[in-house]
């Protein structure tokens, strides 16, 4: 049984930093793309980021999060982190993981498994 699970989310104020972790059980995490997205209340859930399977680990960021966000991952202990900066009410949402094959990495219909998510709330 595939499981994904976040942690790392709270309560920040504007201006904060915050690392999202993701860890993976039931798969062989090495082969699987990386996803994180974020749905703000009465929000379509939408793309934040990817880290492909690749030995480069070719990552892609939204631009609402680009230059603020880094997303890395650690085979060895089957978990990738989301970590975002300078963070602003609009970052609100439950933040979500998922785990794919060869994804086009913002299309959330090609990720198979996803977390349960964490909830970030950003005070201003």
């Known amino acids: 049984q595939v499981q994904l699970e976040e942690s790392g989310g709270g309560l920040v104020q504007a201006g904060d930093s915050l690392r999202l972790s993701c860890v993976a059980s039931?798969?062989?995490?090495?082969?699987?793309?990386m996803g994180w997205f974020r749905q703000a209340p009465g929000k379509e859930r939408e793309f934040v980021g990817a880290?492909?399977?690749?030995?480069?680990?070719?990552?892609s960021y939204a631009d609402s999060v680009k230059g603020r966000s880094i997303i890395s991952r650690d085979n060895s202990k089957n978990t990738t982190y989301l970590q975002m900066s300078s963070l602003k009410p609009e970052d609100t949402a439950v933040y979500y993981c998922?785990?794919?094959?060869?994804?086009?990495?913002?299309?959330?219909?090609?990720?198979?498994?996803w977390g349960q998510g964490t909830q970030v709330t950003v005070s201003s």
């Open positions: 998922a785990a794919g094959r060869g994804v086009v990495a913002p299309a959330a219909r090609m990720y198979d498994y």
């Open positions: 039931g798969l062989t995490f090495s082969r699987y793309d």
């Open positions: 880290i492909l399977r690749t030995n480069v680990g070719t990552t």
